[in-house]
């Protein structure tokens, strides 16, 4: 298989599945196992393509970021700064012990990761379950805020969809539904950008090389990631406005189940 099929596949597959529930870790750790990328290789392309989704959150978003600067927004970007605390102490937990590197490329652990989110997000669609709050974005409060971090730091490990498990965890708090989508969306600039972030201080630390990727590829990669972000997210935005998110439960549960007979064979042919 070529190269170029390599990045554009993977490129579409980021912007796709980082926004909607369906978890980017956990499809790019199977295609990296499928396309055989060595892990020197897969962390390098994977900040490209972490790139193009943040530039895409920056760009739809842009308005709502610009009022950060107002004084009445003082209380959303203190939640954001609480909310992204866990993620970053997880992150780097794991990072250190090399935990995330062992569960990127052990598929039963993704497997599981998979079935996780399909649970979390089958949870969100029963109102009963829910908290009767209905905050806004301007009014989430500091429980609320710690809640979904947390959630979103539990996100790293590869299969657990870092949008579906804030979003559901958010609405489940008592979250407006598109406001929990929006609070999830602000919560991964911070989160996306620091694990990209650590990634180039490691692959600096180790001599950074690009692999087989050439710069055309990254660029296009780049591209290719924030146009089919934007997509997704503006997808996803839409399907939450209906109340639909719970619908990817199903293709969560029956990707879970598929990865572990895969497994399940592979182990046998052993």
Known sequence: MSTWTVVVS???LQGVAEFLPISSSGHLALLSKFFNLP????????????????????????????GFFKKDQLHLL????????????????????????????????????????ASILRLSGKEKLRAKSNTDLKDISLRQAITVGICQALAIVPGISRSGATIATGILSGIKFEAAATFSFLLALP?????????????????????????????????????????????LVKIIRKQKLAYFSWYMFLLGAAVIVWQMLSLNKG
């Open 191 to 235: 989160a996306i950008a620091g694990a990209s972030l650590l990634e180039i201080i490691t692959l600096t630390g180790n001599k950074f090389q690009t692999g087989t990727f050439s710069t055309a590829q990254l660029i296009t990669a780049f591209v290719i990631s924030a146009a089919a972000s934007f997509a997704s997210l503006t997808l």
């Open 39 to 66: 892990k020197d290789e897969s962390a390098a392309f994977s900040i490209v393509l972490h790139a193009g989704s943040l530039i895409a959150i920056i760009a739809y978003y842009f308005k709502t970021l610009l």
């Open 78 to 117: 203190l939640m954001i700064i609480v909310g992204s605390i866990p993620v970053f102490l997880f992150g780097f937990f794991l990072k250190k012990s090399g935990l995330i590197n062992q569960m990127f490329g052990d598929m039963i652990s993704v497997a599981m990761g998979f079935l996780i989110t």
């Open 10 to 12: 993977l490129a579409i």
